[in-house]
Nanobody
Framework: QVQLVESGGGLVQAGGSLRLSCAAS????????MGWFRQAPGKEREFVTL????????SYADSVKGRFTVSRDNAKNTVYLQMNSLKPEDTALYYC????????????????WGQGTQVTVSS
């Protein structure tokens, strides 16, 4: 049974930083692309970032480029999302995601989801 468990969300002021973690179990971690999506109230779930199994390939949504950094530790089966220079529009429920393929990183394409962790950025 695959489980993705996020942690690290919280309330932060604009301009601040947070680091999210996602601990994975039940899958061969290093063979999966891992990533993050987010969903704000009343909006669709949107792609944030992904990282390849070995960590050498990353991709980011334009809205977070230069502010967010994704990384992974395959020895710990964990993927991280370092979020800097946070803005109120970054407020959302952040979901960890896993998919074997680098393509079709859409909400319908993801193989496994975490339960989400809330990030709230105050102005």
């Amino acid at each position: 049974q695959v489980q993705l468990v996020e942690s690290g969300g919280g309330l932060v002021q604009a301009g601040g930083s947070l680091r999210l973690s996602c601990a994975a179990s039940g899958l061969t971690f290093g063979t999966y692309f891992m990533g993050w999506f987010r969903q704000a109230p009343g909006k669709e779930r949107e792609f944030v970032t992904l990282i390849s199994g070995g960590g050498g390939i990353t991709s980011y949504a334009d809205s977070v480029k230069g502010r967010f950094t994704v990384s992974r530790d395959n020895a710990k089966n964990t993927v991280y999302l370092q979020m800097n220079s946070l803005k109120p529009e970054d407020t959302a429920l952040y979901y960890c995601a896993a998919r074997r393929s680098p393509t079709n990183w859409t909400p319908r394409g993801v193989d496994y989801w975490g339960q989400g962790t809330q990030v709230t950025v105050s102005s």
